[in-house]
């Protein structure tokens, strides 16, 4: 997956706003501690974060 998909993919669903401040505030646990804009530097596949977006928030299976 593309940056600029999953970055269209969080604005999707949580709006570009909140989109933007999850990535640089949230501290997911599964991204071993890391924020989604510290895991995308750190070379992190952009699907994996999405992956581990979705479990976090609950995103519906047919929005993953």
Known sequence: ???TVFRR???EEFGPGR???LAKDHVFSGLGG???EQALA???PAK???RE????????????
């Open 9 to 11: 993919l969080m604005a």
């Open 42 to 44: 750190q070379g992190v």
């Open 53 to 64: 977006v979705c479990l976090a928030f609950d995103v519906p299976a047919e929005r993953r």
């Open 1 to 3: 997956m593309r940056i």
């Open 34 to 36: 890391r924020t989604v």
């Open 48 to 50: 994996e974060i999405w």
């Open 19 to 21: 989109a933007d401040v």
